[in-house]
């Protein structure tokens, strides 16, 4: 049984929301381990919500993941547990948050829309359903309660899509998204590591194509393959494609925002 439970918001630090729910899974269950992977996403960020999320889910694939990027908190849309092919649980609201890690864990075999009911007896608090729905469903999980006896099961192919589209081959190019950045600028785009030689994209350089710009990098191991201040593409922690800068921002260098669409090739 896995008890470690993972847990993404974009509560912050400065208020109670982080603790309490802590608390609420420990009491629940007393088993149960949290491990904060991030707070600080931006303010109802869903895509970079589902960044973290991805990136947690293939770090540490055994745990249970709860992801709380929640703008609709209280509205018609479900509280969540879903099972990928995999095994990986995941845990929060269907707005798409949970889908790029779902999609990274094999996809998604069973879907349940979490009734409170089967959780407490309280109505859950409509600004509140980290506290009151999803931190304790994660709880149950850690505990080895089913994610079939949480609520009712729905057809995984009415959850709301991912935020982040899959990648798609335009003759020599591979066109994909850019997922994200990190703290140190790196750019984080939508060919999983697995996705590289499949779409033909494992050669000694890539070219990137970002509107009018169009650069070469060499497809590395490492930042320190490169001379400082030189561009290297390579497959970061999260195991993404990425595009960096050695000991500078690519996104600042060339003006790269999420959601932007680059087009690639492999140059040999």
Request: proline share 7%.
């Amino acid at each position: 049984m896995q008890n470690i439970v993972c847990f993404v918001s974009d509560f912050g630090l400065e208020d109670t929301w982080v603790g309490v729910c802590h608390a609420v899974i420990h009491r629940a269950c007393p088993l149960a381990r949290v491990v904060d992977l991030g707070h600080q996403i931006p303010p109802y960020d869903v895509r970079k919500g589902a960044a973290v999320a991805a990136a947690g889910v293939y770090q540490l694939p055994d745990a249970i993941h709860l992801v709380v990027v929640d703008p609709t908190v209280g509205g018609t849309r479900h509280d969540l547990c879903l099972v990928t092919h995999t095994g990986v649980r995941l845990v929060g609201p269907d707005n798409g948050v949970l889908m790029l890690a779902g999609t990274r864990a094999g996809g998604i075999a069973e879907a349940i829309a979490i009734n409170p009911s089967k959780i407490d007896f309280r109505e859950p608090l409509g600004t509140f359903h980290a506290r009151d729905v999803l931190a304790p469903a994660a709880a149950a999980l850690a505990c080895g309660v089913e994610p079939a006896s949480l609520g009712t099961a729905i057809d995984p192919a009415t959850l709301v899509p991912s935020p982040v589209g899959p990648p798609e081959i335009d003759g020599e190019y591979v066109i994909a998204e850019v997922i994200e950045y990190d703290r140190f600028g790196s750019v984080r785009i939508r060919v999983a590591a697995e996705e590289v030689e499949e779409l033909g994209l494992a050669a000694e350089k890539l070219e990137f194509g970002f509107g009018h710009l169009v650069l070469e990098a060499p497809f590395a191991s490492t930042f320190s393959d490169v001379e400082e201040g030189e561009p290297v593409a390579l497959i970061d922690s999260s195991g993404w494609l990425t595009l960096a800068v050695r000991q500078e921002s690519a996104m600042e260098r060339y003006g790269i925002e999420p959601g932007n669409r680059t087009r690639i090739r492999a140059r040999r």
